[in-house]
């Protein structure tokens, strides 16, 4: 028996070392209480067993053991090893987010938990008496439906889950007072022998794809599936998918934002019934670690479909993860540690598992589409939509020719005003992006020129119109509206720049008879507001919808035929090397939601740049990717080389420029040119904050690990000197 623990704790420290009293048994992985600090008991995870006595003081003893069996597995564990060393962080600010706060907390609380139930599902029986000779000819006639969803039940040998019968809920009540069927529950099976049947069949070009990612997959591992919006990606999920569920291995599929999946979840529950799990972090604790707990004490054959904190759920035995829209930045964890990459670690989970991974998008990371080129994945491409559907004709509309023109009018050019009204007359919808939210980005006195600024961060207030307040997008700070300036008190502010307010104002007054919805952070401030708001447009109860990036994810709108962008520059405006990656990504991905089925799309785009190649290349995926990897390698950006941003914060602004100069100046010494800065980013105060940031580049060729050692080390240097301790340093790896 070992006689000490290392135990890791939710925290930004590393492990600690804890003694195992008489009688204790523990094991790799188990849950346990502990004291640390002066009062605080924590949650912890035995890490590791031994007999070393800690270097100072007398280890405290292990209080109880949380659970009769391990919550982690070895594989998990490796897995949170993996993210902690690559993110730089510790495995504990791992733990932070990897387990539900319940289990985390649970040694401060004495609830017990639910136990596992398995899951019930409801089932379909035929009472084969019943189903008489005469009963299936009179039906056969009057009520064929009824005869094909009772015969297939008898073929299927008489007992269905309920969502594999193909009849409404009435109809099955009414057979059910027959006393042709009836209604009952078990045990929840996933019978894929007839999840199979239900499968959609793929068009050739699909069943092609299907094939190609098959064989990348046994040869690469993982798989690129590049296919433009709505050629049919999840179809072909749903075949990957249901192979491995009939092997009873669990499938992982991840998405960048769970909110937006409603449409997603519904298609999956009707294939694969109660194996569909949702896992996200907006889930209340008590549902977290219930999925959490369940999944521990079950088989494996489940289906998850989640954001990315789905990656820490305890599987058994993974054998496919999809990550879907993989270009999407949200995937990226920026605020706090560990700032991960869910689809990179998705790879990283999938490789520990010798599991399959496929990405899938219609506008693929240059990340994704480079390790393609260099071989490392496999690759497929869908070109064409499903049904044919043509893409949409991209109009440039100038806004400068505009103006001159005297064409302008509220923000909207002539082309967009009248591509609206011709839409609103054939009683077709329209959709209109602006990247920003509310009235306008920030109110100016046109006679002295002060602005509202917020006393907390180094950024102008934005002014939201129906709120009747000034708004910091960036610590939450708010005021009411001013009229007057208070500077020098003579004139009236005025608002500049305009925000998805401002657009849905400007669109009353040029189309008073059009009915407007209007889709951002303000509107859908739940996953319910924002399933109201586009199920009503989904239904035709309005003719235009407003909206931030929202609109540009996963929607499906039958009559949409015309897409306004109302301000490309805002896109490529910010000084990001991925501005232009993400300003294309974003137009296609746009543009993919106009015009589907039988009405061809039209996308017009306001810019006072028409000449920008952005614009000239939208449509030509391998164009501009090669335009951009040329340029990343030339100026040294991923996928060429490796970035971490080494963000500084402290309240005392002179400390931190002292300690940001001599941190740069230790990392030149280790690293030479590959260290830029310090320099103050665009918005230097947060929160009352200040902010200053370091840049460590290292080729792909050199040895990453070695760097990120290097850096960890000289930070800890730097930490130990006694006057810095009040400055924070976070690493952020691969910034997105
Ligand atoms: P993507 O995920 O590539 O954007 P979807 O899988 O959502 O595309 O497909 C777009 C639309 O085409 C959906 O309405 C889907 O039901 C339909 N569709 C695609 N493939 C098939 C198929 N093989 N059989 C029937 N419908 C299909
Ligand atoms: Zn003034
Ligand atoms: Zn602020």
């Given at each position: 028996m070992s006689r000490y623990a290392d135990i890791v704790l939710p925290l930004a420290q590393p492990a600690y070392t804890f003694a195992i009293g008489e009688g204790v048994e523990v094991s790799v992985g188990d849950a346990v209480a502990v004291q640390f600090g002066k009062q605080a008991v924590y949650t912890g995870i035995v890490w590791r067993l031994h007999d070393t006595p800690p270097a100072k003081g007398v280890a405290k003893p292990i209080l109880k053991v949380l659970y009769d069996k391990p919550l982690l597995s070895e594989l998990q564990m490796r897995f949170w090893e993996w993210i902690a060393d690559y993110y730089i962080c510790s495995v504990g600010e791992v733990m932070r987010v990897a387990l539900p706060s319940i289990i985390k907390s649970k040694a401060r609380c004495e609830e017990e938990f639910e136990p596992y139930i398995p899951k019930r599902e409801v089932v379909v029986t035929l009472v084969a008496e019943a189903f008489t000779e005469d009963v299936r000819e009179k039906m056969m006639r009057r009520a064929p439906k009824r005869y094909e969803a009772l015969s297939a039940l008898e073929e299927a040998g008489g007992v269905l889950p309920r969502h594999l019968v193909e009849l409404d809920a009435a109809v099955l009540r009414a057979l059910q007072k027959a006393g042709l069927v009836e209604i009952g529950e078990r045990d929840y099976k996933l019978d894929c022998e007839?999840?199979?049947?239900?499968?959609?069949?793929?068009?050739?070009?699909?069943?092609?794809?299907l094939d190609a990612i098959k064989e990348g997959l046994s040869d690469k591992g993982v798989a690129l599936l590049h296919g433009v919006t709505s050629s049919g990606k999840t179809e072909i999920y749903t075949h990957l998918i249901e192979e491995r569920l009939s092997r009873g291995e669990d499938v992982l599929f991840l998405v960048p934002e769970i909110s937006l999946t409603t449409q997603l979840v519904e298609r999956m529950r009707a294939l694969f019934g109660e194996s569909v799990v949702v896992y996200h972090s907006k889930l209340t604790p008590q549902q977290r670690t219930k999925l959490y707990t369940d999944m521990l004490s079950s088989e494996s054959g489940n289906f998850v479909i989640g954001a990315r904190s789905a990656l820490f759920l305890p599987y058994k035995k993974?054998?496919?993860?999809?990550?879907?829209?993989?270009?999407?930045?949200?995937?990226?964890?920026?605020?706090?540690?560990?700032?991960?990459?869910?689809?990179?670690?998705?790879?990283?989970?999938?490789?520990?598992?010798?599991?399959?991974c496929v990405l899938g998008s219609a506008t693929p990371s240059l990340e994704s589409y480079a390790n393609y080129l260099s071989g490392k994945y496999a690759y497929t491409r869908l070109t064409e939509r499903y049904g044919g559907v043509e893409m949409p004709d991209i109009?440039?509309?100038?806004?400068?020719?505009?103006?001159?023109?005297?064409?302008?009018?509220?923000?909207?050019?002539?082309?967009l005003i009248d591509g609206i009204g011709e839409r609103l007359e054939r009683n077709e919808q329209v959709i209109l992006f602006q990247n920003r939210r509310g009235y306008s980005p920030y109110m100016e006195c046109p006679s002295c020129g002060w602005s509202a600024r917020c006393p907390h961060c180094n950024v102008t207030l934005s002014?939201?119109?129906q709120k009747g307040r000034m708004e910091c997008h960036y610590c939450g700070y708010n005021e009411p509206i001013q009229r007057y300036c208070p500077n020098c008190k003579t004139a009236e502010l005025k608002p500049m720049g305009f925000g998805t307010e401002r657009v849905e104002e400007a669109v009353a007054e040029l189309f008073p008879e059009a009915r407007v919805l209007r889709l951002d952070g303000d509107t859908a401030t739940s996953s319910a507001a924002y399933n109201r708001i586009i199920g009503a447009f989904a239904r035709h109860e309005a003719d235009i919808l407003v909206g931030t990036q929202i609109v540009s994810k996963g929607l499906d709108f039958a009559d949409v035929t015309l897409i306004g962008i109302l301000n490309?520059?805002?896109?490529?405006?910010?000084?990001?090397f991925r501005a232009e990656e993400r300003a294309w990504q974003l137009l296609m991905q746009v543009a993919g939601r106009a015009g589907r089925r039988d009405k061809r799309g039209e996308v017009i785009i306001q810019t006072a740049e028409p000449n920008h190649s952005v614009y000239a290349m939208v449509g030509d995926y391998d164009k501009v990717a090669s335009k951009l990897l040329a340029e990343r390698k030339q100026f040294g950006y991923p996928p060429f080389v490796r970035i971490v941003k080494i963000a500084m914060r402290s309240s005392n602004k002179e400390r931190l420029v002292s300690s940001s100069i001599e941190l740069g100046e230790q990392l030149r010494n280790r690293f030479g040119r590959r260290v830029l800065g310090p320099v103050s980013p665009l918005i230097d105060r947060v929160r009352g904050e200040w902010r200053v940031e370091l840049m460590l580049k290292v080729e792909v060729e050199s040895s990453f690990s070695r760097a990120r050692w290097i850096l960890r080390e000289e930070i800890a240097k730097l930490r130990e000197c006694g006057s810095y301790r009040d400055i924070t340093i976070i690493c952020d790896v691969d910034i997105a």
């Open positions: 007839w999840s199979k049947t239900l499968l959609p069949k793929l068009s050739p070009a699909q069943v092609e794809a993974l054998g496919l993860v999809v990550v879907d829209e993989e270009h999407d930045s949200s995937y990226k964890q920026s605020e706090p540690n560990p700032r991960y990459n869910g689809r990179d670690a998705a790879i990283m989970l999938a490789t520990l598992h010798r599991a399959k109009v440039i509309s100038d806004t400068v020719r505009n103006v001159k023109r005297n064409e302008r009018k509220l923000h909207f050019n002539k082309e002014a939201h119109q490309g520059d805002n896109l490529l405006a910010s000084p990001d």
